[in-house]
């Protein structure tokens, strides 16, 4: 079994930071490429960056120069540093990762979703 739990979201004014983070473990053989993707009310889930087993980042247009992206492979942990935040970058976000697991074989695992908030 694999889980992902997902952590850091809150409430808070624009401008202001927050640091996402997401944990998996289980029966884990290696981890692949890391991601956050991010769900706003009333649109389709979107890509917001991503990152390779090698480092190598993709960040989205819109939160370009804000978010961050990393990752701690000897924690098996991804994290999304977002600066600058804007109340259009409220949303549920997701980590989603390619695991190779133990017994089961490669699948892709989404975590739980946190809520990201921001007022004007």
């Known amino acids: 079994q694999v889980q992902l739990v997902e952590s850091g979201g809150g409430l808070v004014q624009a401008g202001g930071s927050l640091r996402l983070s997401c944990a998996a473990s289980g029966s884990i053989f290696s981890i692949n490429a890391m991601a956050w993707h991010r769900q706003a009310p009333g649109k389709q889930r979107e890509l917001v960056a991503d990152i390779t087993s090698d480092g190598s980042t993709n960040i989205a247009d819109s939160v370009k120069g804000r978010f961050t992206i990393s990752r701690d492979n000897a924690k098996n942990t991804v994290y999304l540093q977002m600066n600058t935040l804007k109340p259009e970058d409220t949303a549920v976000y997701y980590c989603?990762?390619?695991?190779?697991?133990?017994?089961?074989?490669?699948?892709?695992?989404w975590g739980q979703g946190t809520q990201v908030t921001v007022s004007s």
């Open positions: 989603n990762v390619d695991i190779s697991a133990r017994v089961g074989g490669r699948g892709l695992y």
